[in-house]
């Protein structure tokens, strides 16, 4: 069955980075869009990035852009989050998700998450 | 960037009575290829959020069909017909028109009486 397991979450002090994972399995990463999506503690849902089926195409939300960058190896199933200089309002859960190509707002599958919290 | 409004934000229900969440856009979310690209996510206690309607009315694998979704241009809602006790978590609309970004409502929890 379809599963996105994410780690490499943490406790990291501001100013420092982090590199978040998600495992895809069950479908064919390689014909999937992929975004993450992350939720500060007791917070609502922001979206954080997306990549393109063949990573020719990225998105950011404003509040990262510019400090994390989404990356993807298809070979190895797997999508990637590089988080640098972090900050305390990056503190939430991140989630990533699928998008079949062509349709890049299904987000029909979500991981359980991995915590980040970023304090000092 | 689209912001969406959900009412109401919080929403005591009596287990086996309907329920009903209220999602606006700020902008018609009617797509060029004639598809309007909102969603509905449940997130229970604790779990990930679940898709449960996508493209106004149509519910995913799996979902009970009490749950229905309606709607047109700005503005959409999310009915369950009569609520379970598994129904209780937070509801969350999102719009996949006009991206990005990818913007979410503030979500709307439904607690049991």
């Known amino acids: 069955q379809v599963q996105l397991v994410e780690s490499g979450g943490g406790v990291v002090q501001p100013g420092r980075s982090l590199r978040l994972s998600c495992v895809a399995s069950?479908?064919?990463?390689?014909?999937?869009?992929m975004h993450w999506v992350r939720q500060a503690p007791g917070k609502g849902l922001e979206w954080v990035a997306v990549?393109?089926?063949?990573?020719?195409?990225?998105y950011y939300g404003d509040s990262v852009k510019g400090r994390f960058t989404i990356s993807r190896d298809n070979s190895k199933n797997t999508l990637y989050l590089q988080m640098n200089s972090l900050r305390d309002e990056d503190t939430a859960m991140y989630y990533c998700?699928?998008?079949?190509?062509?349709?890049?707002?299904?987000?029909?599958?979500w991981g359980q998450g991995t915590l980040v919290t970023v304090s000092s | 960037d689209v912001v969406m409004t959900q009412s109401p934000l919080s929403l005591p229900v009596t287990l086996g009575q309907p329920a009903s969440i209220s999602c606006r856009s700020s902008?018609?979310?009617?797509?060029?290829?004639?598809?309007?690209?909102l969603n509905w996510f449940q997130q229970r206690p604790g779990q990930s959020p679940r898709r449960l309607i996508y493209?106004?009315?149509n519910r995913d694998s799996g979902v009970p069909d009490r749950f229905s979704g309606s709607g047109s241009g700005s503005d959409f809602t999310l009915k369950i017909s009569r609520v379970e006790a598994e129904d209780v978590g937070v509801y969350y609309c999102?719009?996949?028109?006009?991206?990005?970004?990818?913007?979410f409502g503030q979500g709307t929890k439904v607690e049991i009486k």
């Open positions: 902008q018609s979310l009617v797509h060029s290829d004639g598809n309007t690209y």
């Open positions: 069950g479908f064919t990463l390689s014909n999937y869009g």
């Open positions: 493209k106004v009315s």
């Open positions: 999102m719009q996949g028109t006009h991206w990005p970004p990818w913007t």
């Open positions: 990549i393109w089926h063949d990573g020719t195409t990225k």
């Open positions: 998700a699928r998008s079949i190509r062509g349709v890049i707002s299904e987000f029909d599958y």
